[in-house]
């Protein structure tokens, strides 16, 4: 139990466009999302927390306007970064926590990652 | 403030000798622990926790971790390192009252040897 997917695992997308990416929690309802960027060699930098059905609350120096974030479901949020460019380029990873049929309340359970590279 | 140290970015080791990363925190609260391990390009993987009881605790992959909360640490420990565990490893922390936001350290590359 408690596994959580990302889609797409990579993208590459044009500067300017705007790129979606989903988080799904497979076997368990996600009260809680989080999304986090990591930079190469880096660590993983919390952007945003989620809560089902309420705004995102988004961590500080991180744009709500550039990085869009849903929360409309129980296992589903999406994060839509808006008129991407270069600097946009990172690694995106999402956790989600809940109460999953294994493990414990509130511990995150983290998704694959997506490897997002802007041209 | 609350902050999460990981005192070495990489730490080279030769197989099967043992091996210790170091993590210390900053807090005025309660704390909750937690080791992840990452493989390139992929997610993290709990390897163990503290959450409260004993503070020895012994993870997947023959790892173990104590918390040492007169010394703020919560070092990650195993006796025999294996070539496949060449990895990232971050700390991270919860802390009490913090809405389950995870502080991660900045992380030590383990780079196993033959």
């Known amino acids: 139990g408690a596994v959580v997917s990302q889609h797409p695992s990579w993208v590459i997308c044009k500067s300017g466009t705007s790129v979606k990416i989903e988080c799904r929690s497979l076997?368990?309802?996600?009260?809680?999302m989080f999304w986090y960027r990591q930079f190469p060699k880096q660590s993983l930098m919390l952007m945003a927390t989620s809560n089902e059905g309420s705004k995102a609350t988004y961590e500080q120096g991180v744009e709500k306007d550039k990085f869009l974030i849903n929360h409309a479901s129980l296992t589903l949020s999406t994060l839509t970064v808006t008129s991407a460019h270069p600097e946009d380029s990172s690694f995106y990873i999402c956790?989600?926590?809940?109460?999953?049929?294994?493990?414990?309340?509130?511990?995150?359970?983290f998704g694959p990652g997506t490897r997002l590279t802007v041209t | 403030a609350q902050s999460v140290t990981q005192l070495d970015s990489q730490v080279p080791v030769f197989e099967e000798a043992p091996v210790e990363l170091r993590c210390n925190y900053s807090?005025?609260?309660?704390?909750?622990l937690f080791w992840y391990v990452q493989y390139p390009n992929q997610g993290l993987q709990l390897l163990l926790k503290y959450l409260s009881g004993s503070t020895l605790v012994k993870g997947i992959n023959g790892f173990e971790a104590e918390f040492n909360k007169s010394q703020t640490s919560f070092h990650l420990r195993k006796p025999s390192v294996h070539i496949s565990d060449t990895a990232e490893y971050f700390c991270?922390?919860?802390?009490?009252?913090?809405?389950?936001?995870?502080?991660f350290g900045a992380g030590t590359r383990l780079a196993v040897h033959p």
């Open positions: 076997d368990f309802q996600a009260t809680t």
């Open positions: 991270a922390v919860r802390f009490s009252g913090g809405y389950n936001k995870l502080i």
């Open positions: 956790s989600a926590s809940g109460v999953p049929s294994s493990g414990s309340l509130n511990e995150q359970y």
């Open positions: 807090s005025s609260v309660s704390v909750y």
